[in-house]
C-alpha cells in the first residue's frame, strides 16, 4: 500500500512538470478563479514561477551569467494590485562592468464578455529608476489590472559577474502552484549550496556537456607583420541543479515581530569557493572566517585605510588636549566623527572615495565613517578594531562567506575583557548602542594582523522604558492625572529618531487621539542630550476613562497604557519572534478615588513565565482607603524566540491581556 501511495504522489508529480507552461496559453480555469484553492486568505498567487540560470561563454566577455524568468501570476484581491508592479533590480556602477535586464513578453490576460482578452505590455509602462549609485532597476506596470486578472512576464538577466548567482527564493509573501528551477553551472567554477529558510524544495542533480569555442588573435612577425586568428573548441562537464516545487506555501510577513522576512523564507543560496581552470592551478576563494576576513583586511579599501591618520591629526590633537582618561578620548572622538561626518546612506565593508577625501568632503559611507572613526581611536592610543556585520536587511553570516557582510563598525578593547561597539554613522548612536540594522547575531572583529573573531552584536543589557501614572478620579468621574515615561539605551534612541522631525503640536494631537484625553504641560526633556535618559511627561484630563453601571464605578487600572489586544493572531508561525534585542517594560500606578468609594473588587495578582526565562509577567494591584497602586513589569530576556514556542508566547500574551483588561469595580460606603 506505501509503494502505491509513493507511486501516484510521484506520478502525480511528474505529470505537474510534464505540462507545458507556454507563454500566452491561459487557460478559462485560471482567469476564472475567485480564490485560491488551498489559501482562501492570498491575495494573488504564483501560478507557474520558473527560473534558468547558467554561466554561459562569450568568446568577447569571457563566461556570464545569465538568468531566464517566466512567471505567470493570479490577482485575486485588490490588496494583490501591488504584483502587478514588477521591479527586477540590477548591478549598474558609474563606471566598469554592468547588467542588462531584458524584457522580452509581457501581457495582462481578462476575461471580457466571456472571452480571453489579452493587453501587452508596451515600453511606455516599463521604466528605468537608479535606485543608488551602484543598483538601477527596470519598473513594470501592468495594464488593465483587475480582480481575476492573470500576469505573465518574461524576461532575461545577463551578468558579467560570473562569481555571483542570486539566491533561488523557494518561498514568497503569496502561494506557489508550480515552482521549476533549473542551475547549470560548468566544471571550472565550484559553488557551495547553502539552504535558508524554513521550507526546502527537492534537489535533483545531473551532469551535462557543452562545447564551446576559444578565440584569440596574435600578431605574426615576419617580413610583413599580419593579425592570425585561432580558435579551439572545448568539450566541459558540467553540473545541473534543478528545484522542482508544488503548493509551496506563502510565509506572509503580517505578524509583528518579524525582523527580515527574506531570512526565514525557503531557499538556496549560491557562492564561488573556488575556480578551476585548465592548465591552471585551483584558486581558493573562501573556506573560513579567517581566509575571509585577511582578504577583506588586506584590501586598500580597507585595511590600507586604517594606515592613513596625517588628514585628522589637528583635529585630534585637539580632542586629545581635552580628554583626561580613556573614556573621555572615547567619547569625544565618537561625538567628534559623529558631528563631522555625514553618512550617505550607503552600505559597505570597503571604502568608495577612501578616508582621506571623505573626510575633507564631511560626507561618506559606512565603511569610511567607521574606518576613520577607528583609526582616530588608535592613534589616540586605544585598542580600536573595526567589525564585520551583515545589517538586517542583508542575511544572516551562519557560514564561511564574503558576501555576507555589508557593513562595518568599530570596536575598542579594554584590559579587563570588557568592551565597547560605536557606530558614527548615526547621530543618535552612543557607545554600545548600535543602530538597529547592525543588530544582526555576530560580526567579526579584524585585527592588525588580519586575524579575526566574533563579536557578539545584541546587548545582553535590557533596553527599559519606564511608565509612572498618577490619577485622580473626581466626583464628577472626569479623570485628571500626569503621565512620565523614561527611556533608557535602545528605547531612548528609537524615541528620539521617530521624533525627531515631529512638531511638538502634531504629538500631542496624536497622543490625544490615541488615548482619548487632553493634554497640558507637554514637556520633552533630555531630547538632545545622549548622554542622559529622555523623559516625556504631560498632564490630561478626560471623561471617559471610569465607566458608571448601576452606582458601581468601572476602570481598568493601567488606563489607556493598558494592552488591549493580543498581537500575535495567526494560528501558527514558521518563523521565530524576533523582537531585535532583549527589553523590558514596567508600569506603576497611583489612582485616587474619591473618599466616599470602597473597591469591591480588583484584579488578582498574576505572575507567569515563558519556558527557559524568555520572559516574564508581573502583575499586583494593592489598594488601602481610598488610594490604588499598581505595579506592571513585562520583560523580555530573549530576543529571538522560537517558532517552536510561538503557542506559548501567543498564549502567554492572551493572558497578560485579559489580566490587563480587567476591570477594578468602585461603590460607594
Known sequence: ?????????????????????????????????????????????????????????????????????????????????????????YYVPDSGDRERVNIEKAYTFNIVDGKTEKTKVTSNNIFDEKIDKYYSQKKITFPQIKEGSVLELKYKIVSPYWWYINTLNFQYGIPVNVLDYEVKIPEYFIFNKRSKGFFSVPLQESTYRKTITFKSKYRARGPVTTTKFYSEDVTYNGAKYKFNGTDIPAMKDNEPYVGNIRNYRGGIEFELSGTRFPNSAYK????????????????????????????????LNSILEIAKNDNEKIAGIFNFVKSKMT???????????????????????????????????????LTANPVLVSTKTNGIPIFPTRKGFNYVISKVNFADGSYVLMDATDKFSVPNVLPLRCLNWVGREIRKNGVSNSVPLVPTSLAKESNKLHIKVNEDLSVEGMC?????????????????????????????????????????????????????????????????????????????????????????????????????????????VPENYIVESAPEPLAIGLPENMGVFKYQVAHNKNKIRVQCVLQMNHYLISPNYYETVKDFYKKLVEKEMEKIVLVKG
Open 343 to 381: 553618512w550617505n546612506g550607503y552600505h559597505s565593508k570597503f571604502t568608495d572615495k577612501g578616508v582621506r577625501k571623505a573626510y575633507k568632503e564631511g560626507k561618506g559611507n559606512v565603511a569610511e565613517i567607521n574606518l576613520i572613526l577607528t583609526s582616530m581611536l588608535r592613534s589616540a592610543g
Open 284 to 315: 581558493n576563494f573562501s573556506t573560513s572566517w579567517e581566509d575571509i576576513s585577511k582578504k577583506i583586511f588586506n584590501s586598500s579599501s580597507f585595511g590600507g585605510q586604517l594606515d592613513k591618520s596625517g588628514y585628522y591629526k589637528d583635529d
Open 484 to 592: 512620565r515615561r523614561t527611556y533608557e539605551d535602545h528605547v531612548a534612541m528609537l524615541f528620539r529618531k521617530n521624533n525627531e522631525s515631529k512638531k511638538e503640536e502634531d504629538i500631542i494631537s496624536d497622543l490625544e487621539n490615541k488615548y482619548n484625553v487632553e493634554i497640558d504641560n507637554f514637556k520633552d526633556v533630555n531630547k538632545d542630550k545622549l548622554h542622559k535618559k529622555p523623559t516625556r511627561s504631560f498632564k490630561f484630563t478626560s471623561e471617559d476613562l471610569v465607566e458608571e453601571i448601576n452606582g458601581k464605578l468601572y476602570l481598568t487600572p493601567l488606563f489607556f497604557l493598558a494592552k488591549s489586544e493580543n498581537p500575535f493572531k495567526s494560528n501558527e508561525r514558521n518563523y521565530p519572534i524576533d523582537y531585535l534585542l532583549p527589553w523590558q517594560d514596567t508600569f506603576s500606578t497611583t489612582i485616587t
Open 1 to 89: 500500500m506505501k509503494k502505491l501511495i509513493a507511486f501516484t504522489l510521484l506520478f502525480a508529480s511528474l505529470n505537474t512538470f510534464s505540462q507545458e507552461f507556454k507563454f500566452g496559453k491561459i487557460s478559462k480555469d485560471e482567469l476564472m478563479e475567485t480564490i485560491h484553492p488551498k489559501d482562501s486568505t492570498a491575495d494573488a498567487s504564483y501560478l507557474y514561477k520558473k527560473r534558468k540560470t547558467y554561466l554561459d561563454y562569450d568568446s568577447n566577455k569571457g563566461f556570464m551569467v545569465i538568468t531566464e524568468c517566466h512567471e505567470r501570476i493570479k490577482i485575486y484581491t485588490k490588496e494583490g494590485f501591488e504584483y502587478a508592479t514588477k521591479e527586477i533590480s
